[in-house]
């Protein structure tokens, strides 16, 4: 059955440095998303890719965060400068339409010392 | 109001019970419903849709309330595999061309041996 994969599984950076975390969707897959996932609370959106732009972000995506669609099967999140608060579980999503179910990476651990 | 609200539990019940979880959304809007198992640190895995009609897969069954903005999903024979966090998902409609996602913050259940 073909997944959403998500590289890497742990990422450890300084608080301030830029981290990049990467997904690669389901192949024909055309609805890319980005949650995240605070340890001990619920799973929040961040941000929905459609058609290489952008078309809905939440307010935790702010100016440090950004996504990009590089190529024909990579989808990254980009946060500028970390902050402590940053340290959650950061899933990527895909989707074959918007109202059909999103299918989870099974995410990068993200933690700012 | 919260827009998602499950009942946290925990539920503690034995191998071979019925257990039921229930679930209410705020906004009328809303158009996709779903149920999603979350293990301990792990993805959001997709359990099903649910439709007004009704559905059941094997031993799940999910029924949709529109008048009552009430969700259900019904387990039956309870496997102690069954043991992990159920999530109640509900689209937030935009206007936009993708489906942003609202999760509740789960009903944690243990099946007993």
């Known amino acids: 059955e073909p997944e959403v994969t998500q590289t890497p599984s742990h990422q450890v950076t300084q608080m301030g440095q830029e981290v990049i975390l990467r997904c690669v969707p389901i192949s024909n897959h055309l609805y890319f998303y980005w949650y995240r996932q605070i340890l001990g609370q619920k799973v929040e959106f961040l941000v929905s890719?459609?058609?290489?732009?952008?078309?809905?972000k939440s307010e935790i995506f702010d100016d440090q965060f950004s996504v990009e669609r590089p190529d024909g099967s990579n989808f990254t999140l980009k946060i500028r400068s970390t902050k402590l608060e940053d340290s959650a579980m950061y899933f990527c999503?895909?989707?074959?339409?918007?109202?059909?179910?999103?299918?989870f990476g099974d995410g990068t651990r993200l933690s700012i010392l | 109001r919260k827009e998602v609200e499950q009942d946290p539990g925990p539920f503690n019940v034995p191998e071979g019970a019925t257990v039921a979880f229930n679930c209410t959304y705020s906004n009328s809007a809303s158009q996709s419903f779903f149920w999603y198992r979350q293990d301990c640190r792990k993805e959001p895995k997709l359990l099903m849709s649910?439709?007004?009609s009704g559905n059941e897969d094997g031993r799940f069954t999910a029924q949709l309330n529109r008048a009552s903005q009430y969700i259900s999903l019904l387990i039956r024979d309870s496997k102690l595999s069954d043991s992990a966090t159920y999530l109640c998902v509900v689209n937030r409609p935009q206007g936009g061309a993708t489906n942003k996602l609202i999760f509740g913050t789960g009903t944690l259940l243990a099946v007993q041996p």
């Open positions: 999503a895909s989707g074959t339409a918007s109202n059909q179910p999103q299918h």
């Open positions: 890719f459609y058609n290489n732009e952008i078309s809905e």
């Open positions: 649910v439709y007004s």
